[in-house]
């Protein structure tokens, strides 16, 4: 006599024989994904993972081997316990750093603040201009597209290094510039806000491409009609540009503003070879203090990880607050 087993209710199936049926059921979609997770895994969780550790420990270069090892005269090693290992310290690197007994956080963070929202709002304000002016009709708009693109394209570095160059204060074009309607040289890189407007302005120069692309492919996507309807109606241009281009772009634009955001946030190489942190790291960023403390003088670990743990926690938050804040207004993301 044998035995029926009846499935078990629907609303009863364990995670374990949910995933065994959707494996069953899309064991091709798993099959493409995996290699992905595993890359994932390995190139991005793995190294978060471990950095989070290492930001509650006091790891340096001078103390990651807990055994020193010596050549003896036969030949061999001996080794012995290192008294100066690390260890695990908690919560003192966040304290440390918060309470400014370590590092710079928060002028860095409020170097950091200005950095971005100057820059964002730069980046998208001249984006916007830039591609309402090359999505009309007029003669060589092929080769302004091209022109206005030519800076994304350039290596941040090279831009980076023709602008330092640029403001120079001996033989820069600026200073030259600034000489022939009898100003003074400007020493632009004595000074912690004039050397932050040079790290500002060269990444404006990089960033408006990317905001004036985007914004235009989103205006290439509105009807013509709408505008058509709205210059018969008597609408002004000023008119259909704030009720039928702005509103027709706020997907785009929220999608943008949160990238050029979180991009910014983390420019490293502009405040790094423009300012080089001057005047006396006055300029430095979060990013930028986290790599001179993991690759500059004694190499300290623990402290860059904690620098990237409250970068990481920074971003985290504002993404939270931007998802609700377009959530409320209607957009979904």
Known sequence: MSTVTADPAPGRVGLPTKLRQSWDKNWSAWAMVMPVVLVLAILIFYPLINGFWISFTNQTEANQLAEICTK???????????????????????????????????MWTANTLVWTVVGV?????LGLGLAVMINRQMRFRGLYRVLLVLPWAVPAFVSAFAW????????????????WIGVDPVAWFDSRWTSMFTAVVTNIWLGVPFMMVALLGGMQSISDELYEAAEIDGATPWQRFRNITLPGLRPVSMTVILLGTIWTFNMFPIIFLVTEGQPAGQTEILVTGAFRAAFEGLRNYSLASTYGVLILSILLVFSVFYRRVLRKQGEVW
């Open 72 to 106: 003896s005269i036969t030949g061999g090693e001996v080794c012995k316990e290192n008294p100066n290992a690390w260890s695990f310290v908690g919560l003192d690197n966040y304290l440390n750093v918060l309470t400014g007994k370590v590092g710079e956080f928060w």
């Open 121 to 125: 709002a730069f980046h998208y304000g």
């Open 164 to 179: 330092k160059f640029l403001f120079n204060e001996r033989f820069g074009v600026i200073n030259s510039m600034l000489g």
